[in-house]
């Protein structure tokens, strides 16, 4: 139905530097996709390349496409057509810009002030914002832009959004959700191809050239990234009409079905336990541990699927060894 763009629509050199100019927009963008964007509207946002000194910040990109003008209010009606948010379906998409309208402090406050009243404003169910640089990103040439996280991240999480689209990164990354936002970096378009990597946030990564498949309903949007090839090789379904557990309802997890028991841990029959088994580590004869370990021998493991959102309190049914003092500590 229509398509967004991470930045850098186009570089001067098929090395993947020099400036987007109205030139290099003609060899690497509209005459590499003119029968498609015949039909289909598409939504870019400015990157490093599209907007720097070499192309006057942007006007040759702001030139060759009409975008909505809703970002230009305020002091700096050049915001125009660099922030801007639309409306399909379900879906309300801002499209912000990391580089002029970010860059400059002043500019940056402005550009903040709009997003915080247009995603007040919106009541789409499903809020999706994309820009340039990554502000969780674990590849090999750029990293997470600390700066951009630190402005963004608060905004989204007060203010709900779901899902951020970025780029700069030349991999492909998706991150675990993150105070409810999930990150990915989709920048396999065509550019030189940078190392993956990998982090505390990473769900997936890889670097190949991709696109991003998106399908959008009331209660479910659906991510696909697709290799050249047409294959998908990852996926990840966001979900938002479930509702939380109430207060009432607690999630049991006994120890006799944990599925993993690593070290002196051993599973023993117990009637008054819960569900007439425990996990028994016994006198180690050594001083208890007063923090935990980062690589820890004796372990075990339980999992269940948590509700984003959904604050849980964790309870913890346990005996000391012999029952004896220095026989207590569990780290969790």
């Given at each position: 139905d229509?398509?967004?763009h991470?930045?850098?629509?186009?570089?001067?050199l098929?090395?993947?530097?020099?400036?987007?100019?109205y030139?290099?927009?003609?060899?690497?963008?509209?005459?590499?996709?003119?029968?498609?964007?015949?039909?289909?509207?598409?939504?870019?946002?400015?990157?490093?390349?599209?907007?720097?000194?070499?192309?006057?910040?942007?006007?040759?990109?702001?030139?060759?496409?009409?975008?909505?003008?809703?970002?230009?209010?305020?002091?700096?009606?050049?915001?125009?057509?660099?922030?801007?948010?639309?409306?399909y379906?379900?879906?309300?998409?801002?499209?912000?810009d990391?580089?002029?309208?970010?860059?400059?402090?002043?500019?940056?406050?402005?550009?903040?002030?709009?997003?915080?009243?247009?995603?007040?404003?919106?009541?789409r169910?499903?809020?999706?914002?994309?820009?340039?640089?990554?502000?969780?990103s674990?590849?090999?040439?750029?990293?997470?832009?600390?700066?951009?996280?630190?402005?963004?991240?608060?905004?989204?999480?007060?203010?709900?959004?779901?899902?951020?689209?970025?780029?700069?990164?030349?991999?492909?990354e998706?991150?675990?959700?993150?105070?409810?936002?999930?990150?990915?970096?989709?920048?396999g378009?065509?550019?030189?191809?940078?190392?993956?990597?990998?982090?505390?946030?990473?769900?997936?990564?890889?670097?190949?050239?991709?696109?991003?498949?998106?399908?959008?309903?009331?209660?479910?949007?659906?991510?696909?990234?697709?290799g050249?090839?047409?294959?998908?090789?990852?996926?990840?379904?966001?979900?938002?009409c479930?509702?939380?557990?109430?207060?009432?309802?607690?999630?049991?997890?006994?120890?006799?079905?944990?599925?993993?028991?690593?070290?002196?841990?051993?599973?023993?029959?117990?009637?008054?336990?819960?569900?007439?088994?425990?996990?028994?580590?016994?006198?180690?004869?050594a001083?208890?541990?007063?923090?935990?370990?980062a690589?820890?021998?004796?372990?075990?493991?339980?999992?269940?699927?948590?509700?984003?959102?959904?604050?849980?309190?964790?309870?913890?049914?346990?005996?000391?060894?012999?029952?004896?003092w220095?026989?207590?500590?569990?780290?969790?």
């Amino acid at each position: 139905d229509f398509a967004v763009h991470g930045g850098d629509v186009a570089y001067g050199l098929s090395s993947g530097t020099g400036p987007g100019t109205y030139r290099t927009l003609d060899d690497w963008f509209f005459n590499v996709y003119k029968d498609w964007l015949r039909s289909r509207p598409m939504f870019p946002s400015l990157g490093n390349h599209d907007s720097n000194a070499s192309n006057d910040d942007g006007q040759h990109y702001l030139d060759a496409f009409v975008l909505p003008e809703n970002g230009g209010d305020g002091a700096y009606p050049d915001h125009a057509e660099r922030s801007y948010s639309f409306d399909y379906g379900p879906v309300h998409v801002v499209v912000l810009d990391t580089e002029l309208a970010f860059q400059n402090t002043s500019r940056r406050a402005a550009q903040l002030a709009w997003l915080n009243a247009d995603l007040a404003a919106t009541s789409r169910p499903w809020k999706v914002a994309v820009f340039h640089r990554s502000p969780y990103s674990s590849g090999g040439e750029h990293g997470s832009d600390l700066t951009v996280r630190a402005a963004f991240g608060p905004v989204f999480e007060d203010h709900g959004v779901q899902l951020v689209l970025s780029a700069h990164e030349h991999d492909y990354e998706r991150t675990i959700p993150i105070g409810g936002v999930t990150y990915v970096v989709t920048g396999g378009g065509g550019g030189p191809l940078y190392a993956a990597g990998s982090a505390s946030f990473t769900a997936a990564s890889a670097s190949r050239y991709h696109y991003m498949r998106g399908e959008a309903s009331e209660c479910t949007l659906k991510l696909d990234a697709v290799g050249t090839d047409g294959s998908v090789f990852d996926t990840v379904s966001l979900t938002r009409c479930a509702p939380p557990p109430s207060s009432g309802d607690d999630i049991v997890l006994y120890a006799k079905d944990a599925p993993v028991v690593q070290g002196a841990w051993r599973h023993q029959t117990e009637m008054s336990a819960a569900g007439g088994a425990l996990l028994r580590h016994p006198n180690a004869g050594a001083a208890k541990l007063t923090a935990a370990l980062a690589n820890p021998v004796n372990y075990f493991e339980m999992t269940f699927d948590a509700e984003a959102g959904v604050p849980y309190h964790l309870w913890i049914r346990s005996k000391a060894d012999s029952n004896g003092w220095a026989n207590d500590s569990v780290f969790v």
